[in-house]
């Protein structure tokens, strides 16, 4: 299917998603309803073909970020293929394309100044056009209902949206309502969570569980 009708499909089909009672991000959810959820479609989570394509979006969307204290955005690339994977499989694709994203960002922009490139490193953040992300990894095999849907796709956050948030006093009670949410829905809290600042962010991307041997494979340059 070309990417704009699947685009479109896909586009109905996370909206549903995203109000229904399996999603706990209710930053997503608030952008979806403000108007500034933006969706783009591709084709193969595992190809390079579209990297180019991807970061061009990506790019053109940093420059709409809303700066508002209370305003929410996020952009979510949504992939037609692969089709169920395992967690591992899932996570190593991510960070394949992650990897390649970057590639192409460096070779117009810097590292985002507020954040480490790092992914080790307790302040690391993805970035992209010198912005930096949280990237939520979302897959039909997820464990995580919450990260369960129905098309491979990652979920691109705005880091400086967050500290907005936490300065307006707003952050902490999404906090305490998705951590609520998580424990009515899946009996427990998501185990990767952490704040930014205490614990590298990589292990919570791609929605696998880790242990603390795990090494992220992603490269900055």
């Not at 591709?42 to 970020?65: F, G």
């Not at 999404?174 to 427990?188: C, K, V």
């Amino acid at each position: 299917m070309p990417a704009r009708p699947f685009a479109d499909e896909v586009g109905r089909l996370f909206a549903d998603w995203v109000t229904g009672p399996g999603f706990t991000c209710l930053a997503a959810r608030a952008a979806l309803r403000q108007g500034t959820l933006t969706l783009r479609g591709y084709a193969d989570l595992t190809s390079p073909a579209q990297d180019e394509r991807l970061h061009a979006d990506l790019a053109d969307y940093v420059a709409t970020i809303p700066a508002g204290p209370t305003n929410l955005a996020s952009f979510c690339a949504v992939f037609q293929a692969p089709g169920r994977t395992s967690e591992a499989r899932f996570e190593r694709d991510l960070w394949n394309r992650l990897s390649a994203l970057r590639r192409i960002d460096a070779r117009r922009f810097g590292w985002a100044p507020d954040v480490s490139a790092d992914p080790a490193a307790p302040d690391f953040a993805y970035s992209v056009a010198a912005h930096p992300f949280f990237v939520a990894g979302l897959h039909p095999g997820a464990s995580r209902t919450s990260r369960r849907f129905a098309y491979p796709a990652l979920v691109f956050n705005s880091h400086r949206q967050f500290r907005r948030l936490k300065e307006s006093g707003v952050y902490a009670g999404f906090q305490r309502r998705i951590r609520a949410m998580e424990i009515t829905l899946q009996g427990s809290i998501n185990p990767m969570l952490g704040e930014h600042g205490t614990t590298s962010e990589a292990t919570q991307y791609s929605g696998r569980a880790v242990g603390p041997d795990w090494v992220c494979p992603f490269r900055s340059a």
